[in-house]
Structure formats: structure tokens, C-alpha cells
């Protein structure tokens, strides 16, 4: 069956840095565009960032731009967002997605980032 699984979470201080893993199994991980959504208490969930099936494009949402890096590779069947100068606010619990036309999306079990002094 399809699986996304997260690690890498954690608690870090301000201005620190995590990267988060997403391994995939169970479909043809090469094939999907995967993205990185996140989700803070009482906030709708946010897409964070996102890269097409190839890598060849990424997209990030405007708050994360130039801290958040998102990335793949597809022998390992693994995405990853590189997370520098964490900040407070992104304090989330994040999770992995994986979407193809034609098919349904999948998502991971999330895993939390608290960013805090």
C-alpha cells in the first residue's frame, strides 16, 4: 500500500536549521509531483512548498522563499525541504504530499517543528 512516512522533526531555536525527509513507497514515487504542507494550531493547513515529479520545477509559498529549500530523488524515492532561519511562525506540524492527474493525492501522518527559544 502507499506510504509517506516524515522524519527529521524536532525542536530547534530561532535561526536554526532542519531538513525534513518524506520517504515513499507503494506507487512509482518518479511519477508524482510531491509538496510539503504545513499546519499550525487553529490555521488551515498551507502548502509550503512543492516540486514536479522530474525535479525540474519548485514553487514556495512566499513566507518560506529563500530560507526553505525542496528537493528529490527519485532512487531513493525520497523528498526533502531543507528548512534554514527557522522562524517562530513556522512552528507547524508538516506534512508530505504526493499528487498525480488521475489520481488521488496522498499524505504522510505529519511530523512536528517547534521553533522556539
Known amino acids: 500500500q502507499v506510504q509517506l512516512v516524515e522524519s527529521g522533526g524536532g525542536w530547534v531555536q530561532p535561526g536554526g536549521s532542519l531538513r525534513l525527509s518524506c520517504a515513499a513507497s507503494g506507487f512509482t514515487f518518479s511519477r508524482h509531483a510531491m509538496s510539503w504542507y504545513r499546519q499550525a494550531p487553529g490555521k488551515e493547513r498551507e502548502l509550503v512548498a512543492a516540486i514536479t515529479s522530474v525535479g525540474d520545477n519548485t514553487n514556495y509559498a512566499d513566507s518560506v522563499k529563500g530560507r526553505f529549500t525542496i528537493s528529490r530523488d527519485n532512487a531513493k524515492n525520497t523528498v526533502y525541504l531543507q528548512m534554514n532561519s527557522l522562524k517562530p511562525e513556522d512552528t507547524a506540524v508538516y506534512y508530505c504530499?504526493?499528487?498525480?492527474?488521475?489520481?488521488?493525492?496522498?499524505w504522510g501522518q505529519g511530523i512536528q517543528v517547534t521553533v522556539s527559544s
Open positions: 504530499k504526493s499528487s498525480r492527474d488521475g489520481t488521488r493525492d496522498y
